[in-house]
């Protein structure tokens, strides 16, 4: 049965578990009728309905009049490995798809306490702060939001608008090699912003990377913030 303790409405409830049964291939090919799926989340028909209808506004389900509701072929997820040299253009060649980045935005910021700590620099000290979107054969994946010191790579916004990537831009700031300091995962719903960029559904999931990447001496370069969407990325931990 659906609850709604969290105030999260009944059919977006009601929504995602219909999704997590057809990924996990409980639901395949067909819907239930409507009654069945109203008496087994505890909804009314109604509920039902509308949950189905933004399914259908993702492209999960399609109606065939007289015949019923049936499930569309789920797209395969991408892998995104996370390691000790997390790369963006590396995972995405891997799979043979070609990788993009584009810059959305940048500004100088003053480094609050929480990045001040993560950098190692003074609270009140200059930072870039670049936002970016990240692309994989056309196709938006992730948004992320980037601090740099302004004092150890003032060139960094330029480097990335030119190369398109940070790897490549930090080589050009005099940075040839990083690895990854630490990985925190977390999970939202995605906001008006993401939906705007990545051009996903209202009711989205986001997976949440924030991260710092330090370099081979273990000085701070990046704190990075991603937000990954879930039904398009598959987060794997772990290697190099």
């Not at 399609?62 to 390691?83: H, I, Q």
């Not at 940075?175 to 719903?189: P, Q």
Request: hydrophobic share 40%; proline share 3%.
């Amino acid at each position: 049965m659906v609850s709604v303790g969290d105030g999260v409405a009944r059919w977006r409830r009601v929504a995602d578990e219909i999704r997590s049964a057809i990924t996990d291939g409980t639901i395949v090919e067909m819907l239930p009728p409507e009654v069945d799926l109203a008496q087994r989340f505890g909804v009314n028909r109604h509920t039902v309905r509308r949950a189905k209808a933004a399914l259908a506004d993702d492209g999960l389900l399609r109606a065939e009049r007289g015949r019923g509701t049936f499930v569309n072929a789920v797209p395969k997820r991408l892998v995104y490995s996370v390691g000790t040299r997390t790369r963006f253009s590396e995972n995405m060649l891997r799979q043979s798809l070609e990788p993009s980045g584009r810059l959305i935005r940048s500004e100088q910021v003053a480094a609050d306490r929480d990045k001040a700590e993560l950098l190692k620099t003074k609270i009140g000290a200059p930072l870039h702060r670049l936002e970016k979107l990240s692309v994989a054969d056309g196709m938006p994946l992730s948004r992320s939001i980037c601090y740099f010191s302004v004092e150890r790579f003032p060139a960094i916004i330029e480097s990335y608008a030119e190369t398109g990537s940070i790897t490549q831009a930090l080589r050009m700031c005099g940075v040839h090699d990083y690895r990854r300091g630490e990985t925190r995962l977390t999970a939202e719903r995605a906001s008006v912003r993401d939906i705007e960029l990545l051009n996903c559904a209202a009711d989205a999931i986001m997976l949440i990377s924030s991260a710092l990447d330090i370099d081979l001496d273990g000085k701070p370069i990046q704190a990075i913030r991603t937000k990954f969407l879930a039904d398009r990325m598959e987060l794997v931990f772990g290697g190099s």
